[in-house]
Structures are given as C-alpha cells and as structure tokens.
C-alpha cells in the first residue's frame, strides 16, 4: 500500500477545510440583489430650440433616441409633451429599456405621425412611422400612425422587442397597421385600427382589454409562425372588435374576417371576446391554399356579441373548452422561461 507524504496529506486537509468553509458561506449568507442603475429621465418637447447639447430636452423623439445618457442598467424614460411630431423614429438594439410617456390628457394628444407607403418608400418595411429594435420598450398614452390611407402597404408601427409592453396607445393605420414581429409583446387598454392584415408578423403578442377596430372588408390578423414548434402565435383577451362596416348595405362582401395565414403554421386564438354583426360569420380564411387549413391553428373561448356564430365558422378552427384555453391565457401565453409578468409591471408605467 503506498502512503501518502504526511506534509501532503496535511496540505489536502487544509485545502478540504477551506473549500468547506467557502461552501459553508456561499450557503449561509443572504445572496445580494445586483444594483439597477439609476433612471434617466429626458423630456421632449416640440418648442424645444436646443440641440444635441442638451442631454435632457429635445425637439424630436428621434433626437432623443440618439443622444439620451445611457442608463445602463435602468431605464430611460422619455416624456413627450402633446403635439403632432412629423418623423420616422427608429429605437436601435443597443437602445434598451426605453420608456415612451405621453404627457397629454389622452393618447390623441401626442401624436407620432407619416404617410410613407411600399410604393414611395419601396417596400413595406421601409414604411413603418415608428421601428423598435431594442429590448424592454414601453409606451404610454400616445398615437402612431400612418396616415397614408387605402394606398397599400404601411405601416405605422414596427416591434421587434421582446417584453415590450404598450398601455393606452392608439395604432391607426389602414392596410398592415402594426407589424408584430418579434418577442414576447404584451398591448393592454390599445386601440389598433387598419382594414387589411393590419396586425401582422410573428411576434408572441397578447392584445388585453384592448380594442381592434375594422375599417374595411379585410383582415384583423395575418399572423406569420412558420413551424409547428415555434411558441409565436397572437392571443386577443377580454377585448372587443368593433367596425363601421354594415353588412347588410351594399356588397355583399362588406364584411371582415378574423385572421388568414401569412405563413402555413398561423396562430390566432380569441379570448372571451366581444364581435361585432360585420364580422364575416366563416370567421377565417385560408388564403387560397387549402393545405393551410391542417396546419394554421385559429381558436375561440367564449366569444360574445353579433359576430359569435360558432356554428357557421370554419370546420378547420376550433372552438376551445376552459381546459384548452388556460394556456393562451395572458400571462401563461407570455411567461417564457424568465417567468415575465407583464401585467405587473403595465401597473407601474404612468
């Protein structure tokens, strides 16, 4: 049998005791919350006549997306005071955390407003009034749109962050209002207007107590998951559709529909929500291609008013028991493995 050094085996011992004792401490002391960054705060305000050397007011929200103070990790609150701003913002993705407060006494009185659309900016992409690309955006009491009208494609705003929140914005638009593209993004007390496809993309969005208004024979939702296994989809809750078609005047097509697959795997659930006598009883549509019909997923729970009519929809959508519609509730919808509730923190943005 080999026996070990005696000086080595006191120096393993030693060596035992000390990643005990390391061990014993990271168990026993309280686990120290990292410190936020404190918030900066930056006003914008039409009148403004400083330029970019002031790192607290400016004249455009654009100007403020480019030259606010970094606030690390806090956030960056920007108040828009009431006015109409002609301009095309763009929220990069190195511009995180970035909050949006309208100052007026309701969301018309601030105002982020173009008229770009495919034809003239070339593209749809190209036209959007408003682009966020970076994490974490909030917004508040404030319009975007696009005004440009029945002209085609345009966009008023474009979202690509994940835990983005809107409370109290209004999206006016017409044909591809709000391109819902990407991350989890939670709308509650929205109003989003628009007659064709006028919310698209293929974002993980939950529109909550919200109201989407038809403004034309179209569609609310062109919603665009791509493979079965994609957790994306748009979830409608406690909401009301509501339109100034009257399908009982004029064509007989003056009616909308609920949603047609931009990409074969679509995902649309209504959640216990108010349609109105214009709505198109068939409900959905599968955009001139049958195989969409094994794969697009378009679900109801508890849908109430004129335009509930479970009975003349689609035989390929499905009408959901309590069971199968807990996962598309808000918050189970939204989730996501960092256990992200929107709903709490809407409460804390003014």
Not at 287 to 297: D, F, L, V
Request: some cysteine.
């Amino acid at each position: 049998m080999h026996v070990a050094h005696p000086a080595r085996v006191f120096y393993l011992e030693s060596m035992s005791c000390k990643a005990i004792a390391a061990l014993f401490l990271l168990v026993t002391l309280p686990a120290v919350a990292q410190k936020k960054d404190p918030d900066v705060h930056v006003d914008v305000r039409p009148d403004v006549k400083t330029g970019i050397e002031s790192t607290t007011q400016y004249p455009t929200i654009q100007m403020a997306m480019d030259h606010a103070p970094d606030a690390g990790t806090g956030r960056v609150y920007v108040h828009i005071y009431p006015g109409v701003y002609h301009e095309r913002v763009i929220v990069t993705q190195n511009r995180p955390r970035m909050t949006w407060i309208g100052m007026g006494s309701t969301p018309s009185d601030v105002v982020i407003t173009n008229s770009l659309n495919a034809r003239t900016a070339g593209g749809t992409f190209f036209t959007e009034t408003v682009e966020i690309n970076g994490p974490e955006f909030e917004a508040s009491n404030l319009t975007i749109e696009n005004t440009a009208g029945n002209t085609g494609q345009a966009v008023a705003a474009a979202v690509r962050s994940d835990k983005a929140i809107f409370k109290h914005v209004r999206f006016l638009g017409h044909q591809d209002t709000l391109f819902a593209d990407y991350g989890r993004q939670y709308y509650t007390a929205c109003y989003i207007a628009g007659g064709v496809d006028f919310i698209f993309g293929n974002a993980t969005a939950v529109f909550d107590h919200s109201e989407l208004h038809a403004l034309a024979p179209g569609f609310l939702t062109a919603q665009s998951r791509i493979k079965p296994t994609e957790t994306t989809g748009y979830v409608i809750a406690n909401s009301r559709v509501t339109t100034d078609l009257d399908p009982n005047a004029g064509s007989p097509h003056n009616t909308f529909g609920l949603g047609r697959p931009w990409r074969p795997y679509s995902r649309v659930v209504f959640l216990n929500t108010e349609l109105p006598a214009g709505l198109d009883p068939a409900g959905w549509n599968n955009w001139s291609k049958t195989s969409n019909e094994s794969t697009a997923y378009y679900a109801e729970f508890h849908s109430t008013g004129p335009g509930a009519n479970p009975s003349a929809r689609v035989p390929w959508s499905y009408q959901l028991t309590a069971a199968e519609a807990r996962p598309f509730a808000p918050l189970n919808f939204l989730r996501g493995p960092d256990h992200w509730n929107p709903e709490r923190e809407a409460t804390n943005i003014p």
